[in-house]
């Protein structure tokens, strides 16, 4: 699995819940000596902010730093609906979140789902086929290019692990992510998905990416986690690096 370690599309400044500004951040993958880096704060459907957010985005100038802008927002239902706000500007990219459970009538917390596993009220098995169906679903709704983020991050904070997925679980989210042109993240922070989830997607045919989920300047372009899952190809030359969702 050949990872381009020179893109971070995934990190977030103090326009949202970062701790520094976009122009220090875009400094600060300059020194991680990436060739490209994407900022991605958060949005909820009220966030009436986002023209202005991608207009300083796209005014920001670094050399030899190609700056990408995108948003990270989070699955909402059961039917893949996006907390994005309307009249979108035209972003590179959308990274798609399991922040929380996307329940039949929206957004349910982990604690709950907890309560309602202990409590029989619904099944390990049945959550792991609801949070997929919606991914996959999300997906196909997002209005740009989606990368999924932290994928079954959520599990854990709900009990369970990602030993509850199965293949035919990854067959849809490959399925998904090739329909629509998607990619999945090799995520730094949550140090999610597995190494089996992502050489099962990779060999069949999705795109990979790295992301660091940095909400700091130090953190960004720094790979771990992505160097145990996928360690670097010796002597890979860098033109032979492929990113997604970097067109135009």
């Given at each position: 699995?050949?990872?381009?370690?020179?893109?971070d599309l995934h990190t977030h400044s103090d326009l949202t819940d970062g701790a520094d500004s976009p122009e220090l951040m875009a400094d600060a993958a300059l020194s991680a000596q990436l060739?490209?880096?994407?900022?991605?704060d958060h949005v909820r459907a009220d966030s009436t902010w986002v023209g202005d957010y991608e207009r300083l985005v796209r005014a920001l100038r670094r050399d030899e730093l190609n700056i990408r802008c995108g948003v990270e927002v989070k699955i909402l239902d059961r039917s893949g609906r996006l907390d994005l706000p309307a009249n979108l500007p035209a972003l590179d990219y959308v990274l798609v979140a399991d922040h929380q459970f996307p329940?039949?009538?929206?957004?349910?917390?982990?604690?709950?789902?907890?309560?309602?596993?202990?409590?029989?009220?619904?099944t390990s098995t049945a959550v792991v086929d609801q949070l997929v169906s919606a991914t996959c679903a999300a997906v196909a709704a997002a209005p740009f290019p989606a990368?999924?983020?932290h994928l079954f991050s959520l599990l854990p904070k709900?009990?369970?692990s990602e030993d509850e997925v199965g293949d035919e679980h990854r067959s849809a989210l490959a399925d998904?992510?090739?329909?629509?042109?998607?990619?999945?993240e090799i995520n730094e922070k949550w140090r999610c998905p597995s190494a089996r989830t992502?050489?099962?997607l990779a060999a069949a045919g999705v795109?990979?990416?790295a992301g660091s989920d940095a909400h700091r300047c130090a953190d960004i372009g720094a790979w771990s986690y992505l160097d145990e899952v996928a360690p670097p190809v010796r002597d890979e030359h860098p033109d032979v690096r492929r990113t997604v969702i970097l067109r135009g």
């Open positions: 699995m050949s990872v381009d370690r020179g893109t060739t490209t880096w994407g900022l991605s329940g039949v009538d929206g957004p349910v917390s982990p604690r709950e789902m907890t309560r309602r596993l202990v409590a029989g009220e619904i990368v999924l983020v709900m009990g369970l998904a992510c090739r329909t629509h042109d998607a990619a999945v992502l050489d099962y795109v990979v990416v």
